[in-house]
């Protein structure tokens, strides 16, 4: 299934999610499923279940496409359940980003080069890894989403206001050309 992503204005995107159980999820596996196939027709790299309108806490990411400019990519699909995210050391890299939620924004984003993650993947097996550069960028990104962080809230107050006007207009879901749908969830 595909779902509609919740964009820019929608309350569910500033809640801090909460964490789920096998119990409460029975089926978990179709939910991660969809979100995939709903972050693919999206053409995203990562996407959140707030994103899709659940107050949850799982992300998945796909970079893999990426493969070809940077090899190390090329098994960076994944999905991250009850994720809990460090930041290690002080680098910070400064990357353009943009957002599902955010049709047709971009801004640079200063972030931390380094993080160390722990998670459950689908089968509730746990993991706990260390990711840097790009990896550890979406990474970071997505974990936002999950805390109800944006990445519009990182950057500077002045940009934020040049880009008012769009955000009213995401807000009220009036966006055209992209090639997903959209949903203000009021
Ligand atoms: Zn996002």
Redesign the pocket.
């Known amino acids: 299934m595909i779902y509609p992503i919740v964009v820019y204005g929608s309350p569910i995107l500033r809640l801090v999610a909460k964490e789920i159980s096998a119990e409460s999820y029975p089926n978990l596996k179709t939910l991660i499923a969809d979100m995939f196939d709903t972050m693919h027709k999206s053409d995203g790299m ?1 996407l959140a279940a707030p994103q899709i309108g659940k107050s949850i806490r799982i992300f998945v990411v796909d970079a893999t496409s990426l493969e070809d400019e940077d090899p190390t990519l090329k098994d960076f699909r994944k999905v991250f359940v009850n994720p809990k995210l460090q930041v290690l050391g002080e680098d910070k890299i400064v990357m353009n980003e943009g ?3 955010l049709p047709k924004i971009r801004e640079d984003v200063d972030r931390n080069n380094r993080v160390k993650i722990t998670y459950y993947d689908e089968d509730w097996n746990y993991f706990e890894e260390e990711y840097e550069g790009l990896k550890a960028r979406v990474i970071q ?1 997505e974990y936002d ?1 999950l805390d109800g962080v944006l ?1 519009i809230d990182k950057i500077n107050p002045l940009r934020k206001k040049l880009l008012k006007g769009k955000l009213n207009d995401i807000s009220k879901g009036k966006v055209d050309n992209i090639p997903y749908k959209i949903k203000v969830l009021k």
């Open positions: 990562g957002c599902l939620s990104h989403h990445f």
